[in-house]
C-alpha cells in the first residue's frame, strides 16, 4: 500500500537508491528512431554519447562512476558503484504500440550478495535500466498525487507517471515483478537473475507493451526516457556493470 507522507516520499527522493529521474522536458520525435545514442559507436572514450545525461537524487548522495571503456573488442560503458547511487537519463519519444520492444545488453561480473530489492533498506542493483512513461499528475490515481506534489515541493520535479525498472537481481526469478516500496508507480522486473551468465555478456529482449500491461494493469503511454543506474548506497558495497547498447524494437 502506498504510504504518502513526507517521511516516505523522502525516503524514496533522497535515501532510496532507486528513485527515478525527474520527469524530462516535451521533444518531438521528428520522424527519428527513438533509440538511444550507442555508445558502441562513440568517437572518444572522453565523453559520453551526446543525449545521455547525469541525474543525481541528492546533493549528499555519492555518485556512481560511468565511464566509456574499450571492453572485449568493444566500446561500453562501465559503472562501479562504490557506495553510491546515481544514473545515466536519454531523453527520447516512442509510441510502445509502434516500438513494443526493448533490447539491450550488460554484464555483471560479480554480484552484490547483501542486496535485496524487496527490502527498502538494501535495496541496490549492480545493473538497472529504467524506462519512464509520459503522463501528468491529474492522471495518477488519486493517492498518488499527494506523492508527486511532495516530490515536486522537495526536489522541484513532480515524479514520472509510471517507470519500469528492469534490474539485476540476486533471488527472485526472471520475470519476477517487485512495486517500489514508496510508490505503486513504479514497478521493478527481474531481467537479470543470481549468477546465470555472471560474468559474460547477457542479451536482454523485453517487451514493454506486455510488461506495463501486467505491472500497471492499463496500456502504457508513451515512453519519456530511458535510463541506466547502478547503485549500492544501501548495502555500502562497490560493485562494477558494463552496459551496451539500447535499441527499441517494432513487432
Do not use: Q
Amino acid at each position: 500500500m502506498i504510504r504518502p507522507a513526507h517521511a516516505s516520499l523522502a525516503a524514496a527522493l533522497f535515501a532510496g537508491a532507486c528513485a527515478v529521474a525527474p520527469v524530462p522536458p516535451s521533444a518531438p520525435l521528428a520522424g527519428a528512431r527513438p533509440d538511444p545514442a550507442p555508445f558502441s559507436t562513440a568517437v572518444t572514450l572522453d565523453a559520453l554519447p551526446p543525449g545521455w545525461v547525469p541525474f543525481r537524487f541528492a546533493r549528499f548522495k555519492k555518485p556512481t562512476d560511468y565511464r566509456l571503456v574499450a571492453h572485449e573488442g568493444t566500446v561500453a560503458l562501465e559503472a562501479t558503484a562504490d557506495s553510491s547511487a546515481s544514473g545515466l537519463r536519454f531523453d527520447t519519444v516512442a509510441d510502445v504500440a509502434e516500438y513494443p520492444w526493448l533490447s539491450w545488453r550488460w554484464k555483471v561480473p560479480a554480484l552484490n550478495g547483501k542486496a535485496d530489492n524487496t527490502l527498502a533498506h538494501v535495496e541496490d542493483s549492480p545493473a538497472r535500466v529504467i524506462v519512464i512513461f509520459e503522463g501528468g499528475r491529474e492522471e495518477l490515481p488519486e493517492d498518488e498525487r499527494m506523492n508527486y506534489d511532495l516530490a515536486k515541493a522537495m526536489g522541484g520535479h513532480g515524479l514520472p507517471y509510471a517507470t519500469l525498472m528492469y534490474i539485476w537481481e540476486n533471488r527472485l526469478p526472471e520475470g519476477a515483478i517487485i512495486t517500489h516500496h514508496f510508490t505503486t508507480r513504479v514497478k521493478m522486473i527481474v531481467a537479470g537473475n543470481g549468477k546465470r551468465d555472471l560474468g559474460e555478456w547477457h542479451e536482454e529482449r523485453v517487451n514493454l507493451l506486455e510488461d506495463y500491461r501486467r505491472a500497471f494493469g492499463e496500456e502504457p503511454p508513451r515512453v519519456r526516457a530511458v535510463g541506466i543506474m547502478s547503485d549500492s548506497d544501501n548495502t555500502g558495497e562497490r560493485t562494477v556493470a558494463y552496459y551496451g547498447d539500447i535499441r527499441f524494437g517494432r513487432r
